[in-house]
């Protein structure tokens, strides 16, 4: 049963990934799906929500197009995963996942008509 799951979920993500350059590592969601930044914030919520959550950020950047994004890092077992959570003009989440936020900068500006 665990490895149908884990096989359905490695399909869904190769599709979701199809469009970035970089596409997050499944592994990472299966791997700190319990952290609390990963598992309680969502699409939506306020920055001080979001603090209160998952504590300070290590770091935070303005983005070039209003708002900003939030840089984490998770730890698991000794391992550390970057994180981020991105906040739009309005100071509401509107993205998050396992890279950094310049990592998906990179990615948005590699795309197609970004």
């Known amino acids: 049963m665990y490895k149908h799951a884990l096989a359905a979920l490695l399909a869904s993500a190769t599709l ?8 997050e590592n499944p ?5 700190y ?4 930044l990963v598992k309680q914030v969502g699409n939506g919520m306020t920055m001080q929500q979001v603090i209160a959550i998952g504590g300070s ?7 070039p ?3 900003t994004c939030n840089n984490y890092v998770l730890n698991h077992e000794g391992k550390q995963q970057a ?11 509107d993205a998050k996942g ?7 900068q990179k990615d948005e500006q590699a795309l197609p008509g970004a």
């Open 16 to 23: 979701v990934g199809c469009g970035s350059n970089r596409p």
């Open 27 to 31: 592994v990472d969601y299966v791997t």
């Open 33 to 36: 799906r319990e952290q609390p």
């Open 57 to 63: 950020p290590s770091s935070v950047i303005d983005l």
């Open 65 to 67: 197009h209003g708002g």
């Open 83 to 93: 994180y981020y959570v991105r906040f739009d003009a309005t100071g509401h989440v």
């Open 98 to 104: 396992f890279k950094t936020c310049e990592q998906r």
